[in-house]
């Protein structure tokens, strides 16, 4: 991808409102969950303090999040 390309920087705005329609489409605990976990980065250990649960059961609670988003991506038709 180009960073300097008008082209590419519109195609990355239109990804980026695609992706942030497809988390709106998420239930509440996912969309906290991996804004917790994608945007502020916070480590599993944390996740697990923060919800007070198992480090594994974080785990698979983040990769089920992150399923449930990339189907709503595709849905949306943005990595098509």
Known sequence: VDLCC???A?????F???VLAAL??????QRDLLSLYLWEERSY?????????KV??????VH??????????Q??????
């Open 64 to 73: 089920r999040a992150l399923c449930a988003l990339q189907r709503q991506i």
């Open 45 to 53: 250990v944390e996740l697990s303090e923060i919800y007070q649960t």
């Open 10 to 14: 519109v195609g990355r705005a239109q």
């Open 24 to 29: 709106g489409e998420l239930n509440a605990d």
């Open 56 to 61: 594994a059961t974080l785990r698979v609670r």
């Open 16 to 18: 980026q409102q695609r």
């Open 75 to 80: 849905l949306s038709g943005a990595l098509s």
């Open 6 to 8: 008008p082209t590419d």
